[in-house]
């Protein structure tokens, strides 16, 4: 199948998925790269609460490709913008099309999560993406 296929497919699956809202996530629960036959990654310990209530590592980790794009390319994307946490929080919290030709669901994330997660990704070691 296709990549570009991969990831809308991956992505409206998120959408069904969280459509009556978050959950939280227990352990041995499979978010959705369980569904789709892979596994989640781990939810770093010093990433916020809603990393893990939003199953946000079902979809992405930290310094790789996954299903969306590394939260260290994010920071890279984002590292020289002045209103980087401001335009990340946004993303987070309404979804939308993606810079890596993917569509982020929108998963009624309240704003203070959405800031609270942009401002841990924005602080990671940003990291190129492979070309």
Known sequence: ?????????GCVLAAA???QGPRQMHP??????GMMGH???????QAPPALRRFACMSCHAVDKRSVGPAFAWVA????DQTQ?????????????????SGVMPDLNVPANDAR??????????AKSPPE
């Open 84 to 100: 980087a946490e401001a335009s990340l929080a946004a993303f987070i919290e309404h979804g939308g099309q993606g810079h890596w």
């Open 39 to 45: 596994r989640n990654a781990p939810v770093p310990a």
């Open 17 to 19: 998925a969280f459509a």
């Open 76 to 79: 890279w994307r984002y590292r």
């Open 116 to 125: 609270a997660m942009a401002k841990w990704i924005l602080a990671l070691p």
């Open 1 to 9: 199948m296709h990549r570009l296929s991969l990831v809308i497919s």
């Open 28 to 33: 041995g629960q499979m978010g959705m790269h």
